[in-house]
């Protein structure tokens, strides 16, 4: 259990800047998540903290004590690779006791450590067999079995469920977030999927080549983006965003004119969007709703139907297409003409830099 | 592959058998000879009594204990040697690698094609000086350095295929380099060290420019005590089979174990 | 990324790691093996010294590389080399390649068969040359006298009537299996799929090797020839145990010219004169083969 602070950390390899200055805080206890595209170096920023990159400037903390010069052999840190990294010549018990027999502890702390871990991972029937020997899931057990006989200061997973089937991804999960109640454990996931992020991190850290774009919670980086990037990487399906220009203002926030002649009000602070200025509209695909009084129209131009809801994309005025999520059983169909009522709370508007305009209000899930 | 008709498969067979046939032929026939009598065996015959006589005299001589100690001696302290500086350096060389790396081995490559011949007249009078001439140590020394390139190269080629992974997660669970190269990468590239360390035997083993050079008598290994029998009051056709059957035989099924192996150690990994 | 930086394209870096202590013993041996005697050679190589007469002293320029050119016993030994080099290369190449194609198709018995193929590389050469010497090509005691005789041909005194052509058999048979080891392991890599393809295109037998399997085998022929050549240039044991370099000079070559000349004749600056040679002729080679390695070589 433990507490990490990162201050203007830096790596470069040559003349390739990977990681261009990170501030970051992780508090004790929590489940951090690092989010972001292929190589955006969440996982090179993994490797620095468990002192498997050296770090080129800047410091690393945990729990006050600066760490940069310290190897990973003596940061008490475990991490699950990816590829699970089991040693293929060991035992699965072997395998889990390998670090407390480098850290000489005694036979029987051993065992006891050993049997407590495979007993939560439910690993007891495999204690004797070789990784090849494994499935995939289990392989997977044992990688975090390996982590948590040693009961490290903090956790550390490299997309460790990225080698997964769908259906036992799912199942993981949910086994990660109870053993993170379970372990009361700080711990620190790196993945690419947002759908790992949202359902279980307290704090997802969105990178975007080398930079932290975002820190916050699941909610409130669903629903408070501070960035275009953050907006459209957050939420499945993507937010739609659509450029727009700003009218003029209006007591409720600021009011856009849409494709098509509409216009809708969007409850974000206006002082940085003059009336005449170009600037992104954002909705969430949910927040558009089938409506005859709807201020979008368009034709529908496909339509996916995943049973208990459906995603029609329509293509508006001007070529863009919108995605809208409807309930399953909505009657559209392709090459109709809709028209698309739209929330105001859940649009977003964003200046010429990218940069989100402040809601009025915070949604109460993210506060 | 498309199934050959009868009559060309059986061709084929038996081209490679006796293809197999005339290459092995020479130590068929050493075989051979050194089971029959002296007087049979300058006879080249097929009909003789079989005999273990000559090996019982080849091993009776006094002196060629003394020569297959030395074999044996040198063989292992050379490779003993070779693989405890090149185990540390080849480890470097495929976990850590930086600039330098590559022209480092490949500059370990060149030493190896310095022709020992050019070099036999310094060597030889660097011995005398240090008092290294006939004795083991120099050739360990020698043998040493003679294969510490190929076998750097071969360890590496083995080390280069362990995934980084493992030995990351070694460090993660508190590997230190010690225990990461001796808990994880050894046990893990246990075949290519142990075909390295053959190949190094049979170098060793085999080498015959500095060993006919560089002893005379108290460090004389085989190469040397076989050579022996080349004078001409030497000619005893059975001995000296007998002797090459014993001084062959452990090294050829040294090859025989770890003949695929040889061929990237050989050719330094251009060849796999 | 992340499967790319932990395991392919990037080496993993650690904290920087000091790898001094682990690649420094070997770098320094290395270096000393390599540097002392290459200046040692080419010092002596301007020096008069000779070991029996301790009068003889001083710099002689180069002098001993002017009575080596005019000795004609130096280009003896350099031709003598060549033809050795250059027919064991042919033989074991061309013997190589087709063992390497008729060992890679399936029949009965192969992989005991390859065995006892390959079995002549790992002979010492001194038994190589005895049992040939004396067990073979021995006019009277020997194999192929006796096949001879049998045939009602005389018999060939290999050593006294071929003396090179016998060193030369002798070196191919140590070495073929060499050739045939590393070619055969390369004919193993090609993918037999483009063996179909050849003949889905109608080549034949002739067709497919000559277009197919000779081109694959490129790479691996020329690190042979290489490797080859390095080792032939210093032929030393065979030629000392057979013949000692006759008859007359016959089968000296570069390294008993200079074994001859350091160790019989006590000659250390002629010696180290020939030395030089020999190192500048290994150069040439050592060149191309590293040359090559490099361009397989990944770090």
Known sequence: ?367 | MVKQSLPKRVGIAVLGWAAAFVLFFPLLWMLLTSLKSEPEAVNPSLTFTPTLQSYGEVLARADYLSFALNSVVISVGGTVLALALAIPAAYVMAFHPTKRTRSTLLWMLSTKMLPSVGVLVPIYLVFRTLGLLDTRIGLIVVYTLMNLPIVVWMLFTFFKEVPHDILEAGRMDGARTGAEVWHLLLPLTLPGVASTGLLSLILCWNEAFWSLNLTSSAAAPLTAFIASFSSPQGLFFAKLSAASTVAVAPILVFGWLSQRQLVRGLTFGAVK | MSTLTTSASAPAKGRRFNGLPFIGPSVTVLLIWMIVPLVMTVWFSLQRYNLLDPTVTGFAGLDNYEFLVTDPDFWASLTNTLVLVGSVLVITVVGGTLLAVLFDQPFLGRNLARLFAIAPFFVMPTVAALIWKNLMMHPIYGVFGAVARALGLPAIDWFADYPLVSVILIVSWEWLPFALLILLTAVQSLDREQLEAARMDGAGAMAQFFYIVLPHLSRAISVVVMIETIFLLTVFAEIYVTTAGGPGNATTNLAFLIYARALLQYDVGGASAGGVVAIILANVVAFFLVRTIARRLEV
């Open chain 1, 1 to 367: 259990m433990a507490t990490l602070r990162l201050r203007g950390l830096r790596k470069s390899y040559g003349d390739a800047e990977i990681i261009k200055g990170v501030d970051l805080d992780i508090a004790d206890r929590e489940f951090a998540v690092f989010v972001g595209p292929s190589g955006c170096g969440k996982s090179t920023l993994l490797r620095m903290i468990a002192g498997l990159e050296e770090i080129t400037v800047g410091d690393l903390f945990i729990d006050g004590q600066r760490i940069n010069e310290v190897g990973p052999a003596d940061r008490g840190l475990a991490m699950v690779f990816q590829s699970y990294a089991l040693y293929p010549h060991m035992s699965v018990r072997d395998n889990m006791a390998f670090a407390l027999k480098l850290a000489g502890a005694s036979k029987a702390e051993r065992a006891a450590k050993v049997a407590e871990a495979s007993r939560i991972l439910q690993l007891d029937a495999y204690l004797d067999r070789k990784p090849k020997d494994l499935s995939g899931g289990q392989r997977q057990r044992v990688a975090i079995g390996r982590a948590i006989v040693r009961h490290p200061k903090i956790f550390l997973f490299d997309e460790p469920l990225s080698n997964l089937d769908a259906a036992l991804r799912g199942q993981m999960r949910i086994e990660l977030a109870r053993l993170h109640r379970d372990l009361n454990a700080t711990m620190i996931y790196v993945t690419h999927d947002q759908v790992e992020a949202m359902t279980m991190a307290d704090k997802i850290v969105v990178l975007n080549a080398g930079r932290i774009e975002q820190v916050g919670s699941p909610l409130e980086l669903y629903h408070h983006p501070a960035n275009l990037f953050v907006a459209g990487f957050i939420g499945s399906p993507r937010m739609n965003l659509l450029p727009v220009r700003a009218t003029g203002p209006d007591p409720a926030g600021v009011r856009v004119a849409l494709p098509g002649g509409g216009e809708v009000v969007v409850p974000v602070d206006g002082t940085r969007a003059a009336p005449g200025a170009t600037v992104t509209l954002g909705i969430r695909p949910e927040a558009l709703k089938p409506g005859t009084d709807g201020a979008l129209a368009g034709e529908v131009s496909h339509v996916e139907r995943l049973g208990g809801l459906t995603l029609a994309h329509v293509t508006v005025a001007g070529g863009a297409t919108v995605v809208a999520q409807i309930e399953g059983s909505a009657p559209v169909r392709t090459g109709e003409t809709i028209r698309l009522t739209i929330d105001p709370g859940a649009t977003h508007l964003f200046d010429g830099d990218g940069r989100a305009l402040p809601h009025r209000s915070r949604h109460p899930l993210a506060a």
